[in-house]
Protein backbone atom coordinates (compact mmCIF):
# COMPACT_ATOMS: atom_id res chain seq x y z
CA UNK A 1 0.00 0.00 0.00
CA UNK A 2 2.96 1.83 0.85
CA UNK A 3 4.35 1.54 -2.64
CA UNK A 4 0.98 2.31 -4.13
CA UNK A 5 0.32 5.60 -2.41
CA UNK A 6 4.00 6.65 -3.57
CA UNK A 7 3.50 5.45 -7.49
CA UNK A 8 0.14 7.71 -6.93
CA UNK A 9 2.00 11.22 -7.05
CA UNK A 10 3.28 10.43 -9.90
CA UNK A 11 -0.21 11.00 -11.82
CA UNK A 12 -0.60 14.15 -8.73
CA UNK A 13 -0.30 17.11 -10.99
CA UNK A 14 -2.69 15.72 -13.75
CA UNK A 15 -5.37 14.33 -10.96
CA UNK A 16 -4.76 16.28 -7.73
CA UNK A 17 -7.79 15.27 -5.96
CA UNK A 18 -8.34 11.78 -6.48
CA UNK A 19 -4.60 11.42 -5.36
CA UNK A 20 -5.37 13.00 -2.37
CA UNK A 21 -8.66 11.16 -1.93
CA UNK A 22 -6.70 8.03 -2.19
CA UNK A 23 -4.06 8.86 0.14
CA UNK A 24 -6.36 9.43 2.98
CA UNK A 25 -7.72 6.40 2.33
CA UNK A 26 -4.69 4.32 1.86
CA UNK A 27 -3.61 6.19 5.49
CA UNK A 28 -6.46 4.91 7.13
CA UNK A 29 -6.01 1.38 5.29
CA UNK A 30 -2.45 1.71 6.69
CA UNK A 31 -3.52 2.78 10.35
CA UNK A 32 -6.18 -0.14 10.56
CA UNK A 33 -4.41 -2.82 9.20
CA UNK A 34 -0.82 -1.99 9.13
CA UNK A 35 0.34 0.63 11.79
CA UNK A 36 4.15 0.13 10.75
CA UNK A 37 2.96 2.39 7.51
CA UNK A 38 1.16 4.52 9.14
CA UNK A 39 3.88 7.46 9.25
CA UNK A 40 5.18 7.12 5.73
CA UNK A 41 1.19 7.31 5.10
CA UNK A 42 0.91 10.52 6.72
CA UNK A 43 3.84 12.13 5.25
CA UNK A 44 2.21 11.31 1.94
CA UNK A 45 -0.96 12.90 2.88
CA UNK A 46 0.85 16.21 3.55
CA UNK A 47 2.98 16.01 0.15
CA UNK A 48 -0.74 15.41 -1.99
CA UNK A 49 -2.10 18.20 0.09
CA UNK A 50 0.74 20.37 -1.40
CA UNK A 51 0.75 19.23 -4.94
CA UNK A 52 -3.51 20.06 -4.58
CA UNK A 53 -2.73 23.35 -3.33
CA UNK A 54 -0.23 24.02 -5.92
CA UNK A 55 -2.35 22.80 -9.10
CA UNK A 56 -5.82 23.89 -7.84
CA UNK A 57 -6.75 27.75 -7.86
CA UNK A 58 -9.67 27.93 -5.43
CA UNK A 59 -8.91 28.99 -2.27
CA UNK A 60 -12.15 27.38 -0.95
CA UNK A 61 -11.09 23.59 -2.51
CA UNK A 62 -7.98 24.22 -1.08
CA UNK A 63 -9.26 24.82 2.77
CA UNK A 64 -11.16 21.99 2.32
CA UNK A 65 -8.47 19.82 1.17
CA UNK A 66 -6.48 21.53 4.58
CA UNK A 67 -8.79 20.85 6.93
CA UNK A 68 -9.17 17.03 5.74
CA UNK A 69 -5.68 16.73 6.18
CA UNK A 70 -5.61 18.04 9.77
CA UNK A 71 -8.31 15.75 11.08
CA UNK A 72 -6.97 12.89 9.08
CA UNK A 73 -3.78 13.24 10.66
CA UNK A 74 -5.19 14.44 13.81
CA UNK A 75 -7.27 11.13 13.91
CA UNK A 76 -4.52 8.63 13.11
CA UNK A 77 -1.54 10.00 14.48
CA UNK A 78 -0.28 10.23 18.11
CA UNK A 79 -0.13 13.82 18.06
CA UNK A 80 -3.53 13.91 19.94
CA UNK A 81 -2.51 10.57 22.43
CA UNK A 82 -3.24 10.56 26.13
CA UNK A 83 -2.19 14.48 26.69
CA UNK A 84 -5.91 15.16 24.99
CA UNK A 85 -6.27 18.37 22.98
CA UNK A 86 -4.20 20.49 24.22
CA UNK A 87 -3.48 24.01 22.39
CA UNK A 88 -0.05 23.78 21.54
CA UNK A 89 -0.47 20.27 19.73
CA UNK A 90 -3.55 21.43 18.31
CA UNK A 91 -1.28 23.92 16.86
CA UNK A 92 1.49 22.18 15.90
CA UNK A 93 -1.00 19.63 14.08
CA UNK A 94 -2.39 22.85 12.29
CA UNK A 95 1.02 23.99 11.80
CA UNK A 96 2.74 20.97 10.34
CA UNK A 97 -0.36 20.62 7.72
CA UNK A 98 -0.02 24.37 6.62
CA UNK A 99 3.61 23.97 6.11
CA UNK A 100 2.88 21.93 2.47
CA UNK A 101 -0.30 24.02 1.66
CA UNK A 102 1.63 27.21 1.93
CA UNK A 103 4.45 25.84 0.19
CA UNK A 104 1.52 24.66 -2.90
CA UNK A 105 0.36 28.15 -2.79
CA UNK A 106 3.90 30.05 -3.27
CA UNK A 107 4.90 27.45 -6.01
CA UNK A 108 1.42 28.36 -7.69
CA UNK A 109 2.00 32.14 -7.31
CA UNK A 110 5.40 31.59 -8.62
CA UNK A 111 4.00 29.68 -11.64
CA UNK A 112 1.35 32.55 -12.40
CA UNK A 113 3.66 35.23 -12.32
CA UNK A 114 5.95 33.21 -14.62
CA UNK A 115 2.81 32.50 -17.00
CA UNK A 116 2.37 36.36 -17.11
CA UNK A 117 5.67 37.50 -17.69
CA UNK A 118 6.24 35.14 -20.66
CA UNK A 119 2.20 36.48 -21.98
CA UNK A 120 3.69 40.11 -20.84
CA UNK A 121 6.81 39.45 -23.31
CA UNK A 122 4.56 37.43 -25.98
CA UNK A 123 2.28 40.83 -26.31
CA UNK A 124 5.68 42.88 -26.47
CA UNK A 125 6.09 41.07 -29.14
CA UNK A 126 3.20 41.40 -30.87
CA UNK A 127 3.20 44.57 -30.72
CA UNK A 128 6.95 44.99 -32.16
CA UNK A 129 5.96 42.97 -34.99
CA UNK A 130 2.56 44.86 -35.78
CA UNK A 131 4.53 48.10 -35.48
CA UNK A 132 7.39 46.54 -38.07
CA UNK A 133 4.38 45.14 -40.10
CA UNK A 134 3.01 48.80 -39.96
CA UNK A 135 6.26 50.79 -41.04
CA UNK A 136 6.55 48.15 -43.74
CA UNK A 137 3.24 48.85 -45.08
CA UNK A 138 3.70 52.39 -44.89
CA UNK A 139 7.02 52.06 -47.32
CA UNK A 140 4.95 49.97 -49.25
CA UNK A 141 2.73 52.82 -49.62
CA UNK A 142 5.25 55.38 -50.25
CA UNK A 143 6.99 53.05 -53.21
CA UNK A 144 3.48 52.83 -54.68
CA UNK A 145 2.53 56.31 -55.10
CA UNK A 146 6.55 57.26 -56.00
CA UNK A 147 6.38 54.51 -58.61
CA UNK A 148 2.97 55.88 -59.39
CA UNK A 149 3.96 59.67 -59.93
CA UNK A 150 6.81 59.16 -61.52
CA UNK A 151 6.83 55.64 -63.58
CA UNK A 152 2.90 56.12 -64.81
CA UNK A 153 3.48 59.72 -65.56
CA UNK A 154 6.00 59.31 -67.95
CA UNK A 155 4.49 55.90 -69.82
CA UNK A 156 1.37 57.18 -70.20
CA UNK A 157 2.57 60.41 -71.87
CA UNK A 158 4.43 57.68 -74.13
CA UNK A 159 1.33 56.00 -75.10
CA UNK A 160 -0.57 59.45 -75.68
CA UNK A 161 1.94 60.57 -77.86
CA UNK A 162 2.21 57.65 -79.91
CA UNK A 163 -0.97 57.51 -80.04
CA UNK A 164 -1.04 60.94 -81.66
CA UNK A 165 1.51 60.35 -84.09
CA UNK A 166 -0.45 57.10 -85.31
CA UNK A 167 -3.47 59.57 -85.85
CA UNK A 168 -1.51 61.85 -87.50
CA UNK A 169 0.23 59.89 -90.12
CA UNK A 170 -2.34 56.44 -90.29
CA UNK A 171 -0.39 55.08 -93.45
CA UNK A 172 2.88 55.67 -92.67
CA UNK A 173 5.49 53.40 -92.11
CA UNK A 174 5.73 53.89 -88.75
CA UNK A 175 1.82 53.21 -88.32
CA UNK A 176 2.23 50.06 -86.90
CA UNK A 177 5.07 50.47 -84.74
CA UNK A 178 3.52 52.99 -83.23
CA UNK A 179 0.19 50.94 -83.06
CA UNK A 180 3.32 48.85 -81.05
CA UNK A 181 4.31 51.41 -78.73
CA UNK A 182 0.51 51.99 -77.62
CA UNK A 183 -0.60 48.66 -76.96
CA UNK A 184 2.85 48.11 -75.04
CA UNK A 185 2.36 51.28 -73.25
CA UNK A 186 -1.45 50.40 -71.88
CA UNK A 187 -0.14 46.78 -70.43
CA UNK A 188 2.64 48.26 -68.72
CA UNK A 189 0.17 50.91 -67.27
CA UNK A 190 -1.66 47.49 -66.54
CA UNK A 191 0.66 45.77 -65.13
CA UNK A 192 2.14 49.11 -63.18
CA UNK A 193 -1.21 49.13 -61.19
CA UNK A 194 -1.29 45.47 -60.73
CA UNK A 195 2.14 46.07 -58.98
CA UNK A 196 0.83 49.34 -56.81
CA UNK A 197 -2.22 47.27 -55.50
CA UNK A 198 0.34 44.47 -54.33
CA UNK A 199 1.99 46.39 -52.72
CA UNK A 200 -0.42 48.78 -50.97
CA UNK A 201 -2.15 45.66 -50.14
CA UNK A 202 0.62 42.47 -49.39
CA UNK A 203 -2.49 40.08 -48.58
CA UNK A 204 -4.19 40.56 -51.83
CA UNK A 205 -3.88 37.71 -54.47
CA UNK A 206 -2.28 38.91 -58.16
CA UNK A 207 -4.51 38.37 -60.80
CA UNK A 208 -3.06 35.36 -63.21
CA UNK A 209 -3.30 35.00 -66.96
CA UNK A 210 -5.78 32.72 -67.96
CA UNK A 211 -2.80 31.25 -70.69
CA UNK A 212 0.38 31.90 -69.83
CA UNK A 213 1.49 30.12 -73.10
CA UNK A 214 -0.83 33.27 -75.04
CA UNK A 215 1.45 35.94 -72.66
CA UNK A 216 4.41 33.84 -74.27
CA UNK A 217 3.49 34.45 -77.21
CA UNK A 218 2.38 38.10 -77.33
CA UNK A 219 5.68 38.75 -75.83
CA UNK A 220 7.69 36.63 -79.09
CA UNK A 221 5.57 38.89 -81.50
CA UNK A 222 6.34 42.34 -79.93
CA UNK A 223 10.51 40.94 -79.43
CA UNK A 224 9.87 40.21 -83.65
CA UNK A 225 8.56 43.78 -84.02
CA UNK A 226 11.43 45.09 -82.09
CA UNK A 227 13.83 43.43 -84.43
CA UNK A 228 14.75 40.26 -82.98
CA UNK A 229 14.64 36.49 -84.89
CA UNK A 230 12.44 34.92 -82.35
CA UNK A 231 11.50 30.86 -82.50
CA UNK A 232 9.54 29.60 -79.63
CA UNK A 233 8.59 26.56 -79.10
CA UNK A 234 6.30 25.35 -76.06
CA UNK A 235 5.70 21.60 -74.97
CA UNK A 236 1.83 20.89 -75.63
CA UNK A 237 2.47 18.48 -72.27
CA UNK A 238 3.32 22.32 -70.37
CA UNK A 239 -0.62 22.84 -70.28
CA UNK A 240 -0.90 20.41 -67.81
CA UNK A 241 1.87 21.88 -64.91
CA UNK A 242 0.46 24.34 -62.40
CA UNK A 243 -0.78 27.68 -63.26
CA UNK A 244 1.65 28.90 -61.32
CA UNK A 245 4.64 27.22 -62.34
CA UNK A 246 3.44 28.18 -66.20
CA UNK A 247 3.09 32.10 -65.03
CA UNK A 248 6.56 32.07 -63.86
CA UNK A 249 7.80 30.93 -67.12
CA UNK A 250 6.18 32.85 -69.07
CA UNK A 251 7.63 36.29 -67.21
CA UNK A 252 10.78 34.12 -67.57
CA UNK A 253 10.86 33.75 -70.84
CA UNK A 254 9.30 37.66 -70.96
CA UNK A 255 12.30 38.73 -69.16
CA UNK A 256 15.51 36.54 -71.27
CA UNK A 257 14.16 37.64 -74.59
CA UNK A 258 14.01 41.43 -72.90
CA UNK A 259 17.12 41.04 -72.19
CA UNK A 260 18.93 39.88 -75.19
CA UNK A 261 17.40 42.82 -77.15
CA UNK A 262 19.23 45.23 -74.38
CA UNK A 263 22.23 43.47 -74.56
CA UNK A 264 22.76 42.01 -77.69
CA UNK A 265 19.94 44.44 -80.26
CA UNK A 266 17.85 44.02 -82.45
CA UNK A 267 18.98 41.40 -85.84
CA UNK A 268 19.69 38.46 -83.04
CA UNK A 269 18.12 35.44 -83.77
CA UNK A 270 16.35 33.75 -80.12
CA UNK A 271 15.26 30.27 -79.79
CA UNK A 272 12.90 30.16 -76.82
CA UNK A 273 11.82 26.52 -75.87
CA UNK A 274 9.00 25.42 -72.70
CA UNK A 275 8.97 21.48 -72.24
CA UNK A 276 7.85 19.65 -69.31
CA UNK A 277 10.86 18.02 -68.13
CA UNK A 278 11.08 14.95 -65.52
CA UNK A 279 11.58 17.65 -62.67
CA UNK A 280 9.31 20.49 -63.56
CA UNK A 281 8.90 22.52 -66.47
CA UNK A 282 12.51 23.67 -68.31
CA UNK A 283 13.01 26.98 -69.93
CA UNK A 284 15.52 27.55 -72.44
CA UNK A 285 16.40 30.89 -73.95
CA UNK A 286 19.02 30.63 -76.55
CA UNK A 287 20.49 33.87 -78.41
CA UNK A 288 22.88 33.81 -81.31
CA UNK A 289 25.90 36.56 -81.06
CA UNK A 290 24.80 39.88 -81.82
CA UNK A 291 25.07 40.65 -85.11
CA UNK A 292 26.23 44.56 -84.69
CA UNK A 293 26.48 46.67 -81.77
CA UNK A 294 24.11 46.78 -79.48
CA UNK A 295 22.04 50.11 -79.03
CA UNK A 296 22.73 50.19 -75.53
CA UNK A 297 19.62 50.29 -74.26
CA UNK A 298 18.90 51.07 -70.32
CA UNK A 299 19.33 48.61 -68.07
CA UNK A 300 18.08 48.63 -64.35
CA UNK A 301 21.12 45.26 -63.76
CA UNK A 302 18.06 43.22 -61.84
CA UNK A 303 16.36 41.57 -64.86
CA UNK A 304 18.44 38.27 -64.19
CA UNK A 305 19.02 38.29 -60.80
CA UNK A 306 14.97 38.85 -60.58
CA UNK A 307 14.59 35.37 -62.97
CA UNK A 308 16.63 33.54 -60.20
CA UNK A 309 15.28 34.80 -57.28
CA UNK A 310 11.35 34.02 -59.02
CA UNK A 311 13.22 30.60 -59.99
CA UNK A 312 14.32 30.08 -56.12
CA UNK A 313 11.13 30.91 -54.55
CA UNK A 314 9.48 28.22 -56.44
CA UNK A 315 12.19 25.26 -55.69
CA UNK A 316 13.76 25.70 -59.01
CA UNK A 317 17.45 26.22 -60.29
CA UNK A 318 18.89 28.92 -62.90
CA UNK A 319 22.02 28.38 -65.08
CA UNK A 320 23.18 31.15 -67.45
CA UNK A 321 26.36 32.08 -68.90
CA UNK A 322 27.90 32.44 -72.19
CA UNK A 323 27.63 29.85 -75.94
CA UNK A 324 30.87 28.36 -77.85
CA UNK A 325 29.15 31.07 -80.43
CA UNK A 326 29.45 33.83 -78.68
CA UNK A 327 25.71 34.30 -77.67
CA UNK A 328 23.93 33.59 -74.49
CA UNK A 329 22.05 30.64 -72.92
CA UNK A 330 19.44 30.98 -70.07
CA UNK A 331 18.25 27.84 -68.74
CA UNK A 332 15.33 27.42 -65.70
CA UNK A 333 14.14 24.05 -64.15
CA UNK A 334 10.71 24.97 -62.03
CA UNK A 335 9.24 22.13 -60.09
CA UNK A 336 6.05 21.14 -60.66
CA UNK A 337 5.70 18.16 -57.83
CA UNK A 338 4.58 18.53 -54.30
CA UNK A 339 8.33 19.22 -53.57
CA UNK A 340 7.82 22.56 -54.92
Given at each position: M???AGLSLGVARRLPGLVFVLQVILMLLADQYFEEATGTCVMLVLAAAGVFAMRVASWLWTFVVYLVAVLAVAAFTAAMGDAGWQPT????LMTLVMAPVASGRY???RQAASQAER?????SQQRALTQVRADQLAERES????????????VGAMV????????????????QALTDIRDTGHQVLEDLRGLLDLLRDPGKQPDLPADPATVMRQSAERMSAAGLLVELDIDPEVARAPLLARVSAARIVQEGLTNVLKHAGAGTWVRVSLTAAPGGLAVKVRNGPPPAAPLGLPSSGQGLR?????????GGTLTAGPAEDGGWLLTVLLPTGHAA
Open positions: VVLRVLALRALRRREIAREMHDIVAHHLRAGAARYADPGGPSSGIRERAHAL
